[in-house]
């Protein structure tokens, strides 16, 4: 248990910031699995469309510090390959 005043604020700032890293993160998964939705409809249309949605909201997730660069980029490059290959 923390014991002096600046580790109890910073429980309360981690428990804070693991809310809004636990939304944003959830809100990424959503993003990615709509156009994991259309690939699986084979709707080339829709899965580019949602590509393009869920490409800003994982670099954001990147600049926010939540998701890797080279985990996004690596995610972004397979969903790009699977759209590509339906169209």
């Known amino acids: 248990m923390a014991n002096h ?10 428990a804070r910031h693991n809310l ?13 699995k709509k156009v994991e939705a259309a690939i699986a409809a084979g ?3 829709d899965a580019s469309a949602a590509l393009q949605l869920a490409q800003p909201e994982l670099y954001r997730g990147v600049a926010k510090g939540i998701v890797h660069k080279k985990a996004a980029a690596r995610k972004m490059s397979r969903l790009s390959a ?3 290959a339906l169209g």
């Open 5 to 14: 005043a600046s580790a109890k604020k910073r429980i309360r700032t981690n």
């Open 82 to 84: 699977r759209v590509k």
């Open 20 to 32: 809004v890293n636990k939304a944003r993160m959830s809100r990424i998964r959503t993003f990615i």
């Open 43 to 45: 709707n080339a249309k």
